[in-house]
């Protein structure tokens, strides 16, 4: 039985030969055993291949999304069990409206936060607008804005905080949400920001700089929010952002690198700084005159 298992394993080996081509390989053992090699090679390539391709597929296939927290749905799931209710929603389901350029320059109402996740691949971020308690109201700024009510039952306390949305490619969006707890008042306020979506629009105007990448604004703008006033004046390429830590956030999600700013009035408060910045960046929108 073995003779025979081992006349099969050299049968497989070398194929079905005739008598006359077993002599010659008989006789050039060098050059049969360089064959083999060959063929042995060529194999294990074609295997690390096909491994190669089962690995990629079972990564594609399991590879999970970024999920904020357990049980929190991901941006293909919301948008795969979204059912729009106004007319825009139904036509940017049916794939009638492609880009959120089509909307903003219509004017058209965003009533649907699943149109902006349909559209666009935002990233959101919580703006730092409240204070922890401190000793002599020292406290470390946090997302969370804490305000209490009094009822016959005891303090109600409300938490409120400001999220950006943006894709880092012009479009932007701030909203505010409160609730009696944290998460629900996030979930609000990233809501909010998303149907809040505005257009910027990116590029250089810097004079020490001539190149033609939106890396910076086109021209110098002025927003204002309540006593706060934000200006924006391009900067060349390698400044970096010139702002307070907050604009930081904002400006990074529109897609702006360079950036010089100049703020005027009570600039502690984080919320009228943010929508003074917003005001400015919509004004890149506007034609520039000398």
Not at 23 to 40: D, F, G
Not at 62 to 83: C, F, L, M, S, Y
Not at 244 to 263: M, Y
């Amino acid at each position: 039985m073995k003779i025979q298992e081992e006349i099969k394993k050299t049968a497989e080996a070398h194929g079905e030969l005739s008598e006359q081509e077993a002599e010659k390989n008989a006789n050039q053992p060098k050059e049969v055993t360089e064959k083999m090699l060959e063929k042995e090679i060529k194999k294990e390539e074609i295997l690390d291949e096909k491994l190669k391709e089962e690995i990629i597929k079972e990564i594609k296939v399991e590879k999970n999304p970024v999920r904020g927290r357990r049980g929190e749905k991901t941006r293909e799931e919301i948008v795969a069990a979204w059912d729009p209710k106004t007319l825009l929603g139904k036509e940017v389901r049916e794939g009638k409206v492609k880009h959120i350029d089509e909307i903003i320059n219509n004017k058209r109402r965003i009533l649907e936060s699943e149109i902006v996740d349909k559209l666009l691949n935002v990233k959101a971020d919580l703006i730092s607008i409240g204070q922890s308690k401190g000793k002599f109201g020292g406290g470390k700024r946090r997302a969370w804005r804490q305000t209490q009510r009094k009822t016959k039952e005891g303090n109600v306390p409300t938490f409120s905080t400001m999220a950006v949305v943006g894709d880092e490619k012009g479009h932007i969006g701030i909203g505010v949400g409160k609730s009696n707890e944290t998460l629900p008042a996030r979930d609000k306020a990233v809501r909010m920001a998303k149907l809040n979506v505005i257009k910027v629009t990116r590029g250089c105007g810097s004079f020490d700089c001539t190149c033609s990448d939106p890396h910076s604004i086109p021209f110098q703008v002025e927003g204002k929010a309540g006593s706060v006033r934000v200006r924006l004046i391009p900067a060349p390429q390698g400044t970096g952002l010139v702002v307070a830590n907050e604009l930081k956030k904002l400006l990074k999600l529109v897609g702006i690198k360079d950036v010089f700013s100049k703020t005027f009035g009570i600039q502690r408060t984080s919320y009228n700084l943010m929508k003074a910045c917003m005001d400015a960046l919509q004004k890149t929108n506007k034609e520039y005159k000398k």
